[in-house]
C-alpha cells in the first residue's frame, strides 16, 4: 500500500544538537509539505516543496531546513537555532490538484 | 496572510448531529478543507469545498459560504470514535498548494 513513513515515531536530542527527520512517499505525488503542531493547537507550515530540487518556505522556516533531491524524499532538519524545536512534526504530501493533504505518522521531537 | 477561527471544544452524545463552524479572512482563496485527527495521529482528509454548497460524504457533510467566508462541517449519527480534533483548512489563493490550518476543535461523544 502506498503511503508515507516517517521515522523515528520519537526523537530525543540535547539542545544545541542538529538533528534530521525522515520523510519519504510512495504515492508519486510532486508536492511534499513539512507542518509542526503544538499541544492544542493546530498545524504550522515549516516548508513545502510542489517539485524536486525547489522548496519555498512556510510560516515558521526560521531554525528549519529542508532538501528536496528525490520525488520521494523530503527530510527536515532541525537546527540549534531552533528556539523551541521540541513538538510533533509531521510530514504531508499531495498532488498538484487537487492538493489534499495525505499525513505520515508523525515525528515527536523533545529537546531537552 | 490567513487566519481561521473554529470553538476549540464541542460535546455531544452518541446518535446525535453536531456542527463545528469555521470562520476565515485571507488575502486570497482556494478551498476550505476538513480534517480529522485521532489523539497523537496523524490528520485524515474528511471533506473539501471549492464552491459555495453543501458537499456530502456519509454521515460527513461539509458547508462553504465564501461572501460569509464561513464554512461549518456537519457529523451526523455520531458515533465514539467520532471523539477526535477536527481541523478547518484554507488554500492559499495565489498558491493552492498552500493550506493554512485552524487550532482545531476538540470533539467528545459521550455515551
Known amino acids: 500500500d502506498g503511503g508515507i513513513t516517517q521515522s523515528p515515531k520519537y526523537l530525543f536530542r540535547k539542545e544545541g544538537q542538529n538533528v534530521t527527520l525522515s520523510c519519504e512517499q510512495n504515492?508519486?505525488?510532486?508536492?511534499m509539505y513539512w507542518y509542526r503542531q503544538d499541544p492544542g493547537q493546530g498545524l504550522r507550515l515549516i516548508y513545502y516543496?510542489?517539485?524536486?530540487?525547489?522548496?519555498q518556505k512556510g510560516d515558521i522556516a526560521e531554525g528549519y531546513s529542508v532538501s528536496r533531491e528525490k520525488k520521494e524524499s523530503f527530510p527536515l532538519t532541525v537546527t540549534s537555532a531552533q528556539k523551541n524545536p521540541t513538538a510533533f512534526y509531521l510530514c504531508?504530501?499531495?498532488?498538484?490538484?487537487?492538493?489534499?493533504?495525505?499525513f505520515g505518522n508523525g515525528t515527536r521531537l523533545t529537546v531537552t | 496572510g490567513q487566519s481561521l477561527e473554529q470553538p476549540s471544544e464541542v460535546t455531544a452524545v452518541e446518535g446525535a448531529i453536531v456542527q463545528i463552524n469555521c470562520t476565515y479572512q485571507?488575502?486570497?482563496?482556494?478551498?476550505l478543507s476538513w480534517y480529522q485527527q485521532h489523539d497523537g495521529g496523524a490528520p485524515t482528509f474528511l471533506s473539501y469545498?471549492?464552491?459555495?454548497g453543501l458537499e456530502e460524504t456519509g454521515r460527513f457533510s461539509s458547508f462553504l459560504s465564501r461572501s460569509d467566508s464561513y464554512g461549518y462541517l456537519l457529523l451526523q449519527e455520531l458515533q465514539m470514535k467520532d471523539s477526535a480534533s477536527y481541523f478547518c483548512?484554507?488554500?492559499?489563493?495565489?498558491?493552492?498548494?498552500?493550506?493554512?490550518f485552524g487550532d482545531g476543535t476538540t470533539l467528545t461523544v459521550k455515551p
Open positions: 504531508a504530501s499531495s498532488k498538484t490538484g487537487p492538493w489534499t493533504l495525505h
Open positions: 504515492l508519486n505525488h510532486d508536492a
Open positions: 516543496s510542489q517539485i524536486v530540487n525547489d522548496f
Open positions: 485571507t488575502s486570497g482563496f482556494y478551498g
Open positions: 469545498n471549492g464552491l459555495d
Open positions: 483548512a484554507v488554500r492559499d489563493g495565489t498558491n493552492a498548494g498552500k493550506s493554512t
